[in-house]
Structures are given as structure tokens and as C-alpha cells.
């Protein structure tokens, strides 16, 4: 049974630049969540997705936008890159059908921006 | 006030003791909640849902006090893998979806 994975596993950008992180959910679960990580800190919730919408969205600017496919596949885009968004981004994958809505982590993509 | 807070550590016990993390939440309306244990440079790994009865798993036991917005785990015989931070996380009614993670309490065991 396939876990969630993540691709890259590590970016290396330039300030200003654009970047597309992938997951593929746990099988089974039709949830995707994508968090941020800055370090020393707990994962922060940026946004979720279900049925290809977004579905609930953290305090986090415009720049970061989403994507989820029909295959429940999703992607997370950040444009104009400041040093900031250096962090781990972690996808998170659930079952809307969960009781407590347990959600499980990919490996994450660890994000520097220089 | 943070929506979640845990006491940072670091804490040092050695291999056989008895270790407790505590935990404190703001938002009374939270619905779930769990604990996750993320080893260095990797992601969370779910350890635990808690439960309103409390609820053990092994060496790991979870305890909620809805009353006063608590949570705790306590974990018997530390083994040196136990090693890692160990992240209280909430899930508010209100926000729904959302989890809320307290920034981790590292733990180390020495032999």
C-alpha cells in the first residue's frame, strides 16, 4: 500500500522565481493538505483540497495556489519567491469520510530560496 | 495566546523512564485531536488519536481534559528510538478542515 509521496524531494530557486511541488495521496483518500514547515516550527496549514476545489485556505498570501486532479493527485504553486518561503512543504492526505480526520504526511520537498 | 502550546524541552531522560508531555489548546469548540511524532528532517508520522476516554497504544498512553483544554501523553519504558519531537495537534470545529500543530516537544534518550 503506497503512502503519500512528494516531488522534489529538494528545490534550490532564485528570489522571484515560480515553483511546482507534487503529491500523490495515500490510496484510498480523496483529501489533499499542503503545510508549511519553517524551521525549528509546527507544520502550518496553507490549504486544502477535495473534489478539485479548494476547500479551506490557511493565512497565507495569494502567491501560493493549488491544484487537485481528478486522480486526487495535487499540486502547490508559489510565484515570486521571497527568502521566506524557504521551508519543508508537506502534503498532508485524508478520507473525507474520516471520523476525526486523521491525516497522514508525505516526505515533504525542502524548499530554499535564495 | 497560540492556538496550541507545548512546553519546547529539550526533554534528557534515560533508556526505562517514564516520560509526559503536556499540551494546552485555546479554542474550546475542537473536535479532534491527536499527537504526531516527526523525527529530524522528516515528516510527522501520526502516533496517536486522542480520544475523550483516554487511550493507550502499547508503551503510549493519551489523555484529553476537555474541561480545562488539555492534552497529555505519556510514554512508559523510553526506548532510545523514541527519540524525536513529539507534536500536539488540534483540529478545530471552526475551522474544519485544518490542523493545528503546537510547535513539538523534543525528546531525547540516552542509554
Known amino acids: 500500500d503506497a503512502g503519500v509521496t512528494q516531488s522534489p524531494t529538494h528545490l534550490i530557486k532564485t528570489r522571484g522565481q515560480q515553483v511546482t511541488l507534487r503529491c500523490s495521496p495515500k490510496s484510498g483518500h480523496d483529501t489533499v493538505s499542503w503545510y508549511q514547515q519553517a524551521l525549528g516550527q509546527g507544520p502550518q496549514f496553507i490549504f486544502q483540497?477535495?473534489?478539485?476545489?479548494?476547500?479551506q485556505r490557511g493565512n497565507f498570501p495569494d502567491r501560493f495556489s493549488g491544484h487537485q486532479f481528478p486522480n486526487y493527485s495535487s499540486e502547490l504553486n508559489v510565484n515570486a519567491l521571497l527568502l521566506g518561503d524557504s521551508a519543508l512543504y508537506l502534503c498532508?492526505?485524508?478520507?473525507?469520510?474520516?471520523?476525526?480526520?486523521?491525516?497522514?504526511f508525505g516526505p515533504g520537498t525542502r524548499l530554499t530560496v535564495l | 495566546r497560540k492556538e496550541v502550546e507545548q512546553d519546547p524541552g529539550p526533554f534528557n531522560v534515560p533508556e526505562g523512564a517514564t516520560v509526559a508531555f503536556n499540551c494546552t489548546y485555546s479554542?474550546?469548540?475542537?473536535?479532534?485531536f491527536f499527537w504526531y511524532r516527526q523525527d529530524c528532517r522528516k515528516e510527522p508520522k501520526l502516533l496517536m488519536s486522542v480520544y475523550s476516554s483516554g487511550n493507550e497504544d502499547g508503551r503510549f498512553t493519551a489523555q484529553l481534559n476537555r474541561a480545562s483544554q488539555y492534552i497529555s501523553l505519556l510514554i512508559r519504558d523510553s526506548k532510545l528510538s523514541d527519540s524525536a519531537t513529539y507534536l500536539c495537534v488540534v483540529n478545530p470545529a471552526v475551522s474544519g478542515y485544518a490542523l493545528n500543530f503546537g510547535k513539538g516537544t523534543s525528546l531525547l534518550v540516552t542509554p
Open positions: 479554542n474550546s469548540a475542537s473536535q479532534s
Open positions: 483540497y477535495y473534489e478539485e476545489e479548494e476547500r
Open positions: 498532508a492526505s485524508s478520507f473525507v469520510g474520516s471520523r476525526f480526520n486523521e491525516q497522514f
